[in-house]
Structure formats: C-alpha cells, structure tokens
C-alpha cells in the first residue's frame, strides 16, 4: 500500500527553486507530525523540514507548508544547491501512538 505520495521532483539549476508535495489519506494525515527527509546514496536520511522542526543548514531556504483540507504537505525550496541532491522522502507520524508512514519518495537533482 503506498501511504503517501510525494511529487514534484526534478532536475533543477543550482539557485533555482521547486515545490514537492505529498499527499496523504485522511486517516494517515490527522492527528499526525509531517516532515520531509532527504537521502543520498551512501548516506543515512536526514530531516530537512517539518511542522515541528527545520534543519539548520536549510533555514531560511526551505520552508514547510501544510494544508489541512487537502491532506497535503509541501516543501517550498529556494536557492537551491548542488548539495540538495537526493531522494526526498515524505513522512507521517502519528502523535499518540508515534506510528510512522513513508512516502516513496521523489527525486531532485539540482545541476550546477
């Protein structure tokens, strides 16, 4: 069962800007933290932003969004970097009961 969708992805030009989304059910999506991870090859994922936290090397640049009535989060990017390179994935976790679900991800490459 794919549990979230995430899209937008792409090849992008370094300082350019893009919009992932992911689209979640209702049940998944209430009473739940969204965030976006991003994993490169050979590396372990890392949390880029959510509604309860942004990382330190994105602030400033990339910024979550969320609307209620659709079940959908997004990821507002700008200035983007070679380094932003990578699969970003789409995570749900409920806050009772701290299940979590993953999207399967969507792919940004951002050229020089």
């Known amino acids: 069962q794919v549990q979230l969708v995430e899209s937008g992805g792409g090849l992008v030009q370094a300082g350019g800007s893009l919009r992932l989304s992911c689209v979640a059910s209702a049940r998944i999506f209430s009473a739940s933290a969204m965030a976006w991870y991003r994993q490169t090859p050979g590396k372990r994922s890392e949390m880029i932003a959510g509604?309860?936290a942004t990382a330190n090397s994105v602030r400033g640049r990339i910024i979550f969004t969320s609307d209620n009535a659709k079940n959908t989060a997004y990821l507002h990017m700008n200035s983007l970097k070679q380094e932003g390179t990578g699969v970003y994935y789409c995570n749900a976790r409920k806050v009772r009961s701290s299940r979590e679900y993953w999207g399967q991800g969507t792919q940004v490459t951002v050229s020089s």
């Open positions: 509604n309860l």
